[in-house]
């Protein structure tokens, strides 16, 4: 199950993301919780501390591959266990959380 | 297209929270082609609403089957009833309605999660629901 929360800015959908996480992990589920945002503010509202918000995701992360007939794609540049594994952050519950980058130029992303 | 998030989204087999970017330029067909479920959070007046209203039709063009709303900051019996007007008139599906709570901005405060400040507030409350709703039973097979 994969579950995107949108709203505009100021609409609480950070709250209720991390929320939402903490809950379901409570249940037993192993989380996965992204921020779409550079900022970690997904981070603080489930509940880590400033301090332990090292860093977003590198955009080494991703190069950009042009395929056969010329097209450009991001590929991941790491199998997504050690992405996760290098740049997520352990909150309560057994929650991980990715902390997202920006991609300048990436069209339409 | 593809993006960075999209591809973890997709790759990983957790189950998996995406905050996205408040902008819904940012909804992109690379960002959510492996997303099942889409909540559209809505405050009860107009501008956060009518920007609700534009991301439906958009996730909709891109392909996400499951779009719920989830009402937030509700304040009077009025607030609710704004927005479950405005939902059922751009077709779209209420599954929640938060009270504006205090716990909230009380965390906030003291740099705390909302559900380590009170696992009895009602946006913990209100939201269980929407795990129940979203992933009935419990977390086994909730891939």
Same mark, same amino acid.
């Given at each position: 199950?994969?579950?995107?929360?949108?709203?505009?800015?100021?609409?609480?959908?950070?709250?209720?993301?991390?929320?939402?996480?903490?809950?379901?992990?409570?249940?037993?589920?192993?989380?996965?919780?992204?921020?779409?945002?550079?900022?970690?503010?997904?981070?603080?509202?489930?509940?880590?501390?400033?301090?332990?918000?090292?860093?977003?995701?590198?955009?080494?992360?991703?190069?950009?591959?042009?395929?056969?007939?010329?097209?450009?794609?991001?590929?991941?540049?790491?199998?997504?266990?050690?992405?996760?594994?290098?740049?997520?952050?352990?909150?309560?519950?057994?929650?991980?959380?990715?902390?997202?980058?920006?991609?300048?130029?990436?069209?339409?992303? | 297209?593809?993006?960075?998030?999209?591809?973890?989204?997709?790759?990983?087999?957790?189950?998996?929270?995406?905050?996205?970017?408040?902008?819904?330029?940012?909804?992109?067909?690379?960002?959510?082609?492996?997303? &099942?479920?889409? @909540?559209?959070?809505?405050? =009860?007046?107009?501008? +956060?609403?009518?920007? !609700?209203? $534009? #991301?439906?039709?958009?996730?909709?063009?891109?392909?996400?089957?499951?779009?719920?709303?989830?009402?937030?900051?509700?304040?009077?019996?009025?607030?609710?009833?704004?927005?479950?007007?405005?939902?059922?008139?751009? &077709?779209?599906? @209420?599954?929640?309605?938060? =009270?504006?709570?205090? +716990?909230?901005?009380? !965390?906030? $405060? #003291?740099?705390?999660?909302?559900?380590?400040?009170?696992?009895?507030?009602?946006?913990?409350?209100?939201?269980?629901?929407?795990?129940?709703?979203?992933?009935?039973?419990?977390?086994?097979?909730?891939?």
């Amino acid at each position: 199950m994969k579950i995107a929360i949108s709203g505009k800015g100021g609409s609480g959908k950070t709250t209720i993301s991390a929320t939402l996480t903490r809950i379901l992990a409570r249940r037993g589920i192993p989380v996965l919780a992204i921020d779409g945002d550079p900022n970690p503010n997904l981070s603080l509202a489930l509940g880590l501390s400033d301090s332990a918000n090292t860093a977003a995701m590198p955009r080494s992360v991703v190069e950009r591959r042009e395929d056969e007939s010329g097209k450009t794609s991001l590929v991941l540049t790491d199998s997504i266990e050690n992405i996760i594994g290098r740049y997520g952050l352990k909150a309560a519950d057994g929650v991980t959380v990715l902390t997202g980058c920006r991609v300048e130029h990436s069209g339409a992303g | 297209m593809r993006s960075v998030i999209g591809e973890i989204v997709g790759g990983t087999n957790e189950v998996t929270v995406l905050d996205m970017e408040a902008s819904i330029e940012h909804l992109s067909r690379g960002t959510i082609r492996h997303v &099942d479920v889409l @909540l559209v959070v809505l405050e =009860p007046y107009y501008r +956060s609403m009518e920007t !609700a209203g $534009r #991301t439906v039709p958009l996730a909709r063009d891109l392909g996400i089957g499951r779009i719920f709303g989830i009402a937030n900051k509700l304040r009077t019996p009025q607030d609710e009833e704004a927005v479950r007007t405005y939902c059922a008139n751009h &077709d779209l599906e @209420l599954i929640a309605g938060i =009270p504006f709570d205090e +716990s909230v901005v009380e !965390a906030d $405060r #003291t740099a705390r999660a909302v559900i380590d400040y009170d696992a009895n507030s009602a946006i913990v409350t209100e939201l269980s629901k929407v795990a129940d709703f979203l992933m009935p039973g419990d977390g086994n097979g909730g891939k």
